[in-house]
């Protein structure tokens, strides 16, 4: 079976400038998140979806960033407008409906702001 | 709420040395606990869980002991291996919170020949 699969692997782009980070689950899972890490912070968890709805936002760093999850296999991370210290790695993981079964990752997306 | 403590890194071993990671956790009811692992340049993959107390995990090596009554699930390896360099992160899901995981900070291992 073909893990979460994100898109692009690696991001570069000048300050100013949206970004689109995409991700695509694995089939059956109904909870998505998005996380981002970098070596001062960590481990953050960003935003998660329940059955495509956004659940917890708390995480979201400022208005510049949003998430949407438009149907069960698609799911977007946006800055706009970007800047140099949205500098990190942005993995999503997704899981199925029981809290006993383990969330599985992405690959995640390098992203580098100029 | 809900969080897990993780032993500080970076924790550096010579090949063959036994490992223990300490992993400690604060949550209500039942949560399932988790050892993941994360390499260079990769995502975190699941090690290995443990959905009830007494519960035992193993993958690879690597074991881990759910043990209620001192709210602990520590990492264990009897002999490592150079390939084992990564950096280890325990994790708690509660039933009580939905689906949300509660990640410890990570601790770096470094295995040398």
């Known amino acids: 079976d073909a893990g979460v699969i994100q898109s692009p692997r690696h991001e570069v782009t000048e300050m100013g400038q949206e970004v689109t980070l995409r991700c695509k689950p694995i089939?059956?899972?109904?909870?998505l998140f998005w996380y981002r890490q970098t070596m001062m912070r960590g481990l953050e968890l960003l935003i998660y979806f329940n059955n495509n709805v956004p659940i917890d936002d708390s995480g979201m760093p400022e208005d510049r960033f949003s998430a949407k999850m438009p149907n069960a296999s698609f799911s977007t991370l946006k800055i706009q407008p970007s800047e140099p210290r949205d500098s990190a790695v942005y993995f999503c993981?997704?899981?199925?409906?029981?809290?006993?079964?383990?969330?599985?990752f992405g690959d995640g997306t390098r992203l580098s702001i100029l | 709420g809900d969080s897990v403590t993780q032993m500080e890194g970076p924790v550096t071993l010579s090949e063959e040395a036994f490992l223990t990671i300490n992993c400690t956790y604060t949550?209500?009811?039942?949560?399932?606990l988790f050892w993941y692992v994360q390499y260079p340049g990769e995502g975190l993959q699941l090690l290995l869980k443990?959905?009830?107390?007494?519960d035992k995990g193993s993958n690879k090596g690597f074991e881990a002991t759910y043990r209620k009554e001192t709210t602990s699930f520590h990492l264990e390896k009897g002999s490592v291996q150079v390939s084992d360099s990564a950096v280890y992160f325990c994790a708690l899901s509660n039933p009580n919170t939905g689906n949300q995981f509660y990640f410890g900070t990570g601790t770096s291992l470094t295995v040398i020949p």
């Open positions: 443990a959905t009830k107390a007494d």
């Open positions: 993981a997704s899981s199925g409906p029981l809290s006993n079964q383990p969330q599985h």
């Open positions: 089939s059956g899972h109904n909870s």
């Open positions: 949550a209500t009811g039942y949560p399932s």
